[in-house]
Each structure stands twice: as structure tokens, then as C-alpha cells.
């Protein structure tokens, strides 16, 4: 059982900006690996993937670090300066542990739109695809209009559309991002991650039935072999605790056969990051 999307933050380690906005002051707080094992214990949950929040070739260090005390880490996605003559020497310098699984840039926060697509940034997207890196990519839903274009551009690289490109759940929208969402996933190299639907719902009354039909397309576009579960952990806990989170995704899969739902919480994410077993 694996949980492919989370974080952890110590607070004065690095530039935390977005937990001063005040509507975040409940995540507030230092996030580490013993906080996260009751969870884990608690959900039947055996290995984790740690993703990246800042931009910062060093985060990805400090948590391998971490990963090699706590064997429950299996993966860590790191952060590379894509556009930076730099980009393929500070891949090589991640991939010198073992434990390092891929990149992702936090595209969200880009002032431009069409950040992902700069010549610059497919440059090194190409470099990713020539080490065989996966990238994570963390888009709004008016991003995922770009999805194809990456996955054209290196169509060896797999690719993984966090949070499902946080689709409007709150207010109900869904055609636009359904429309885009398939276009994306006709191609092969790019996976889901069914993970970060509770903060995009209603934060107080959402119910698990408001996730379903999100979780429904993704899984009709995508297939169970290119889905994955993450908890995004602790961002989730600002409506959700973890195991609301897991059993609201497990009981929107559960019509599903014992063998999707194995693709859904073990084997894709396995696959995909190139997982080891703990040991």
C-alpha cells in the first residue's frame, strides 16, 4: 500500500511563505516523518512518496536524508532548475541516492501561464526524459491544456498530473477539466494522481459523493494502471484528516476489482517511481 503524494516541513529550515497566509495557519507547523507513521499504521499504508514544495535542490537533500532513517520514505521528488545549464548536473547530484524518484516544479504559482511549455523548460524536460526522471506536474485546471504538449514534446518521460489538476470541485464545474483531462491522458505517458480533492472541495461540509465524479473521470480517462492514491498530507488536513482522506478514495473505489484497486494503492505508483520494497 502506498501513499504517492506527500509532504514534510520544518518551519525556519526553508522559505514556508504560503503557510503565513492566514486561511493555512492550521497547517502552521512543523510536519515530519513521526508525525505522518500513525497515519500510516492506522491506514495499512507501508511506503511513501515525499514531494517537493520548494524550489530548492537542497529540500530534496534534507528529506533523503530523512528517507534513510525512516524506511516507510521509499521515494523523495525532488526540485532541479529546469531552465539552468546546471539542470543536468544537479540531476545527477539527486540521483547519487537511491531513494530519489523525480522532479516537480510548483507550475501554480508561475506568473505565466504557459510557464511549462517555455522553450527553456522543455529543454530540460528533454533532460529528465534522457535520465529517465519522472516529473510531476502540478497544474491548475486552466493548465492542463498543456499536458499534451509536454507529453508530444518528450514522449518518453512519464509524466503525472498531480491532484488531478485540482479540478472545481467546491462549485461543481467539471466539462472543461473532463474534456482536457482525457485529451491528456490519450497519451501513455501520462499518469493521475487521485490525491488533493479535499482542499479543493467544500473545506467544512464536503462529503466523499462530491469527490466521486472527479475520481470517476479520471479513472475512465486514465484506466486503474495509470491512477494512483496520494494523501497530500498535510495540506489535506485543512479539511481532512489523513484517514478521511483514504477511506473517502477507497470507498469511491470499492465497486472496482481487487485488481484495479491493487494498481490504485500499490502498483502503479510502484511502477512509475520506481518503487523498492522496504525492507
Known amino acids: 500500500m502506498i501513499d504517492a503524494h506527500h509532504h514534510f516541513w520544518e518551519l525556519g529550515r526553508f522559505d514556508y511563505?504560503?503557510?503565513?497566509?492566514p486561511e493555512n495557519g492550521p497547517i502552521?507547523?512543523?510536519?515530519l516523518p513521526e508525525d505522518l507513521l500513525p497515519h500510516l499504521t492506522r491506514t495499512e499504508i507501508t511506503q511513501t512518496v515525499f514531494v517537493q514544495t520548494q524550489h530548492n535542490l537542497e529540500e530534496?537533500?534534507?528529506?533523503l536524508t530523512l528517507a534513510q532513517e525512516h524506511p516507510f520514505i521509499s521515494g523523495v521528488v525532488g526540485w532541479v532548475d529546469l531552465a539552468s545549464p546546471e539542470c543536468e548536473a544537479q540531476i545527477e547530484r539527486l540521483q547519487e541516492h537511491p531513494k530519489f524518484?523525480?522532479?516537480?516544479?510548483?507550475?501554480?504559482?508561475e506568473l505565466d501561464d504557459d510557464f511549462?511549455?517555455?522553450?527553456?523548460?522543455?529543454?530540460?524536460?528533454?533532460?529528465?526524459?534522457?535520465?529517465?526522471v519522472p516529473y510531476d506536474l502540478l497544474f491548475y485546471v486552466k493548465h492542463i491544456h498543456h499536458a499534451p504538449t509536454v507529453a508530444r514534446a518528450c514522449p518518453n518521460l512519464p509524466l503525472v498530473i498531480d491532484h488531478l489538476a485540482k479540478p472545481e470541485i467546491k462549485s461543481g464545474r467539471i466539462e472543461y477539466w473532463a474534456e482536457h483531462l482525457r485529451r491528456a491522458a490519450a497519451y501513455p505517458n501520462v499518469y493521475c494522481k487521485l490525491s488533493g480533492m479535499v482542499t479543493e472541495a467544500d473545506w467544512t461540509h464536503w462529503k466523499p459523493n462530491d469527490l466521486k465524479?472527479?475520481?470517476?473521470?479520471?479513472?475512465?480517462?486514465?484506466g486503474a494502471e495509470r491512477c494512483?492514491?496520494?494523501?497530500?498530507?498535510?495540506?489535506?488536513?485543512?479539511?481532512?484528516?489523513?484517514?478521511?482522506?483514504y477511506g473517502a478514495l477507497k470507498s469511491a473505489v470499492g465497486t472496482l476489482s481487487a485488481t484495479?484497486?491493487?494498481?490504485?494503492f500499490d502498483k502503479t505508483a510502484s511502477s512509475f517511481y520506481g518503487l523498492v520494497k522496504p525492507t
Open 228 to 245: 494512483m492514491y496520494g494523501s497530500d498530507w498535510p495540506v489535506c488536513e485543512l479539511a481532512a484528516n489523513y484517514e478521511e482522506v
Open 17 to 21: 511563505g504560503w503557510l503565513e497566509v
Open 260 to 264: 484495479e484497486q491493487d494498481w490504485i
Open 28 to 31: 502552521r507547523r512543523n510536519y
Open 213 to 222: 465524479p472527479y475520481i470517476e473521470t479520471a479513472l475512465d480517462a486514465f
Open 60 to 63: 530534496a537533500i534534507w528529506v
Open 116 to 132: 511549462i511549455v517555455q522553450p527553456a523548460i522543455l529543454r530540460g524536460l528533454k533532460v529528465l526524459e534522457k535520465h529517465q
Open 101 to 109: 524518484v523525480g522532479i516537480r516544479h510548483v507550475v501554480q504559482d
